[in-house]
């Protein structure tokens, strides 16, 4: 019933725009749904073993009680139905010997074979869930994971068999089990022979809710991917990542939103999430893409960007576009104070902030809520920083011709290099601007030490509530988290620190 809740993005989505539906608290346990999918997951995984062990010993004893020799009570009760008049408490029928008649359950019984492929459906479906399937091999994780629909219907049909019976209330009247515990009466007026009848299945008034939300999020998916994209730029930037910009008629997005892509001309099926770098004020909207994998090698290669020469736009493969879809960042602009951290490419929501950021103050500075921003970047290489240092200069210019300098501090952390970049680095150390990234606030290496900078920002925000956003790796998130709860103070009146994390 739970399982396919979270994810339906656009219901979520949907609540999540919602104030009346949700407060800020309520939200932000909606950004957990792929957390709260993968313990449902493992629930059922749990529950599974439970229910399957317990069957393997019920099918045993029921085919052993087929076979028991004339004397005790399983064995009155496993022939019922052998004489007419009679209906079957044992629903194992056939007399063979185990491990054949166990085997003969499970796959001649509609509940034995209907068991048997959904089981192996959840085995295949949660295996090729790890993180390492997902990172290496995606379109494994993405084609198993579709079994769900043969999971869903094998689970609806999997009691039409009825093979949990019991005693029907009519016979339970006329032939009390206390009063008839002697089979050799049994078909007397006083104990007549006992009728039973199997259980309806009751696992479709469950799931039927859930699977009708779903299949409503998927018409809505497939009715959003028709509609017309055009990519009006794709634009080559260093280290592997290629940026596209496209336009799509009635497309509205927030910042920090993300969107799911379709390329046909790589694969007719697969659709994979990217957060959108183009802030809402711009009249197209952008993705950046690095190249990790089959997929986006893929979308490289068809957009031309493995050619030297100019590509012409009708050239450009076709894309599909769902969503965008809501996450933690959209809730920056509901704080005074923030803290932005991004990892290598886990930068890219917190390029759309900053544009929209960029384009407030241009307009109309008063009417933004936001009064400072911590940025984080952490990066092993130094060309990934330069995709992202013109966005950063233009923001640094903008602020200090508008004399609010302080409003954006941001600490760019290197923390991979080799021997020559060191000394390379030493040599232009005291030049104006940084050697990496042409800004004036120099480039630091190593990583942050975040005790020191949580204390540091709740001395200087006292009182305040300040949002955390990571983008990036789980072992960051659980430090930032960490952090987050041990810089808050008990006090109502104190600092906190609210921990987002970026989610899909």
Known sequence: MLILLPVCRNLLSFLRGSSACCSTRIRRQLDRNLTFHKMVAWMIALHTAIHTIAHLFNVEWLVEARLNK???????????????????????????????????????????????????????IITSSTKTIRRSYFEVFWYTHHLFVIFFIGLVIHGVGRIV?????????????????????????????PQFAGN???????????????????????????????????????????????????????????????CP?????????????????????????????????????????????????????????????????????????????????GVTPFASVLKSVWYKYCHDATSLRLKKIYFYWLCRDTHAFEWFADLLQSLETQMQERDNAEFLSYNIYL???????????????????DVITGLTQKTLYGRPNWENEFKTIAQKHAGSRIGVFLCGPEA?????????????????????????KENF
Request: hydrophobic letters at 40%.
């Open 70 to 124: 004339k004397g005790n009570l399983s064995y009155a009760l496993s022939q019922l139905e052998d004489k007419p008049d009679q209906t079957y408490l044992n629903f194992v029928r056939e007399k063979y010997e185990n491990p054949v008649g166990g085997l003969y359950v499970a796959f001649t019984y509609l509940a034995g074979l209907t068991g048997v492929i959904i089981t192996l459906c959840l085995i295949l």
């Open 165 to 193: 019976r019991r005693q029907t209330k009519e016979s339970l009247e006329v032939h009390s089990p206390q009063d008839c515990k002697n089979y050799n009466e049994w078909g007397s007026q006083k104990c007549p022979v």
């Open 200 to 262: 309806p299945p009751m696992t479709w008034k469950w799931v039927v809710a859930p699977m009708f939300l779903y299949l409503c999020e998927r018409l809505v998916r497939f009715w959003r991917s028709q509609q017309k994209v055009v990519i009006t730029k794709v634009v080559v930037h260093p280290f592997k990542t290629i940026e596209l910009q496209m336009m799509k008629k009635g497309f509205k997005m927030e910042v920090g939103q993300y969107i799911f892509v379709k």
């Open 265 to 345: 001309a790589i694969s007719r099926l697969e659709w994979h999430p990217f957060t959108l770098t183009s802030a809402p004020e711009e009249d197209y909207f952008s993705i950046h893409v690095r190249i990790v994998g089959d997929w986006t090698e893929g979308l490289f290669n068809v957009c031309g960007c493995d050619k030297q020469e100019f590509q012409e736009a009708w050239k450009l493969p076709k894309i599909a576009v769902d969503g965008p879809f809501g996450t933690a960042s959209e809730d920056v602009f509901s704080y005074e104070t923030v803290m932005l951290v991004g990892a290598g490419i």
């Open 415 to 433: 923390t991979g290099w080799d021997e020559s970049q060191a000394t390379h680095f030493a040599v232009h150390h005291d030049e104006k601007k």
């Open 476 to 500: 960051l998130a659980d430090s930032l988290n960490k952090q987050s709860i041990n810089n808050s103070e008990a006090d109502p009146r104190g600092v906190h620190f609210i921990f987002n």
